[in-house]
Antibody
Framework: QVQLKESGPGLVKPSETLSLTCTVSGASITSTSYRWGWIRQSPGKGLAWIGNIQTSGRTDYNPSLRSQVNISVDMSKNEFSLKVTSVTAADTAVYFC???????????????????WGPGTPVIVS | EIVLTQSPGTLSLSPGDRATLSCRASQTISNAYLAWYQQRPGQAPRLLMYSASSRAAGVPDRFSGSGYGTDFTLTISGLAPEDFAVYYCQHYVDSVTFGPGTKVEVK
């Protein structure tokens, strides 16, 4: 059974860098059928996509956050990470990591959704 | 950038009722990249549907999805107590967009 688990500090000071890690168990992060993503949810709000990373190293980011975030992968540890720089109160949220199933097809790819999620970790900027 | 809008914002229904949730895209999108998620309070989202109409593993068949172009629908044929939650549609290409959500609450 595939499981994802977020970890990192629950409290970050304004202007500092938030660093979170998502540890994957029950599956290899190197599979080319999957991408790995971060999503956040501000208190009482909806879901906001932060970005994804593929095992090739290619990253895709929410245009509104591109200058502030970085996602990386550590295949040796079967985990991927998120860094958010210069945080403000607006970055207070529950942060989720998720597995994205996207299988390469002839000229594009087939998308099967974000099929496994971590439980989420709350981060307060204060 | 694709913008997704969901309606209604809140749906007040009773157990056993049929729920019809709408997701509208700001421009034509492929069915292949439209998904639906359920989020119960205090929990992570759960994938319900992908490719607009394909149920994810373990999802009961009372959930169904349909639509094409700009208009998509998630239908719950008979609400079970555990179905009262917030539902999000999502569009995925290389960039990802979520709709604002529809809350299904007990009437």
């Amino acid at each position: 059974q595939v499981q994802l688990k977020e970890s990192g500090p629950g409290l970050v000071k304004p202007s500092e860098t938030l660093s979170l890690t998502c540890t994957v168990s029950g599956a290899s992060i190197t599979s080319t059928s999957y991408r790995w993503g971060w999503i956040r949810q501000s208190p009482g709000k909806g879901l906001a996509w932060i970005g994804n990373i593929q095992t090739s190293g290619r990253t895709d980011y929410n245009p509104s956050l591109r200058s502030q975030v970085n996602i990386s992968v550590d295949m040796s540890k079967n985990e991927f990470s998120l860094k958010v720089t210069s945080v403000t109160a607006a970055d207070t949220a529950v942060y989720f990591c998720a597995r994205v199933r996207a299988v390469a097809a002839a000229t594009s790819y087939l998308y099967y959704g974000m099929d496994v999620w971590g439980p989420g970790t709350p981060v307060i900027v204060s | 950038e694709i913008v997704l809008t969901q309606s209604p914002g809140t749906l007040s229904l009773s157990p056993g009722d049929r729920a019809t949730l709408s997701c509208r895209a700001s421009q034509t999108i492929s069915n292949a990249y439209l998904a639906w998620y359920q989020q119960r309070p205090g929990q992570a989202p759960r994938l319900l549907m992908y490719s607009a109409s394909s149920r994810a593993a373990g999802v009961p068949d009372r959930f169904s999805g349909s639509g094409y172009g700009t208009d998509f629908t998630l239908t719950i044929s008979g609400l079970a107590p555990e179905d009262f939650a917030v539902y999000y549609c999502q569009h995925y290409v290389d960039s990802v967009t979520f709709g604002p959500g529809t809350k299904v609450e007990v009437k």
